[in-house]
């Protein structure tokens, strides 16, 4: 049997570039930082949703500047007891800061944020020069 | 839902006490264990939930569940997402050492604390000894 080493490589070589491809993209590596967001559009609004639980409502700043959002603030870790010994620590602590640059344009004085169950929802209204608009044929 | 959506959720581990109850379409929420003197904590993060929507359960095989329904709505038309909504499940094996009818709960703003008494015979005491 004919073995050609070349295209052995190659293959090797693509195969490590599909497992790196994978790490990449899964949310382990490319997300660690506290807090995790997701960003919402529709025809109206864009809602910013943070995972913030066990944070309070005080300790959480949101800031905009022209078109970058920032969400800080701070998670103080609960003490249990005097004498513990800790078997797991998955969860992180201490100050956070995150910013996001807005996609598009919004009405600054609208904008409003709830918090519930550890959740924070903001919404962020757009501006009416970002709305979509339909356009009619006239001939 | 999507390939992309279906990817980014994590991974919900399957140690031998998780394999025991079905655990598809949960996420497995970050939880913090310390054990006191005489009381084991468990503090664990699951936003989105209202009291009332956990379920924490011991089975035949000394395995505390915890499951938890997520009351809040996904808005529409994500641009990008780094958590996944939905259910959370989780699953430990305790040690015969707790009292498990003794387990208490409470949940306030997405994290839920539970307390899990040492059994009476396992606490430390003291023991004096007159020489």
């Known amino acids: ?139 | 839902m999507t390939e992309l959506e279906k990817r980014e959720q994590k991974e919900v581990t399957t140690t031998s006490a998780e394999q025991l109850t079905d655990a598809k379409n949960s996420y497995k929420p970050d939880v913090d264990i310390f054990y006191g003197e005489d009381k084991l904590f468990i503090a664990m993060d699951i936003p989105g939930v209202k009291k009332g929507d956990v379920n924490i359960e011991v089975d035949e095989n000394n395995t505390l569940i915890i499951k938890a329904k997520t009351s809040f709505k996904e808005p529409e038309g994500a641009l990008y997402k780094q958590f996944g909504i939905g259910n959370y499940y989780r699953a430990f094996t305790l040690s015969d050492e707790f009292d498990k009818d003794k387990i208490s709960g409470n949940l306030e703003n997405g994290v839920l604390e539970i307390t899990i008494p040492k059994k009476e015979e396992a606490k430390p005491k003291k023991i004096e000894i007159k020489v």
Request: aromatic share 10%; charged share 30%.
């Open chain 1, 1 to 139: 049997m004919f073995f050609d080493f070349e295209s052995a490589f190659r293959e090797l070589e693509n195969l490590r570039n599909e497992i790196d491809n994978i790490f990449n993209r899964s949310n382990y590596y490319r997300y660690s930082t506290f807090p995790l967001v997701n960003m919402y559009e529709n025809n109206d609004s864009l809602q910013l949703v943070a995972e913030l639980p066990g944070v309070n409502k005080d300790d959480i700043n949101i800031t905009l500047n022209n078109d970058i959002l920032t969400l800080s603030g701070k998670r103080e870790e609960k003490k249990y007891a005097e004498k513990v010994e800790t078997l797991r620590n998955e969860r992180s602590f201490g100050n956070f800061e995150k910013s996001f640059r807005l996609p598009v344009l919004v009405k600054k004085d609208e904008i409003t944020a709830n918090f519930a169950d550890g959740l924070l929802t903001i919404n962020l209204p757009k501006a009416e020069e970002a709305k979509p608009k339909k356009i009619t044929i006239q001939a």
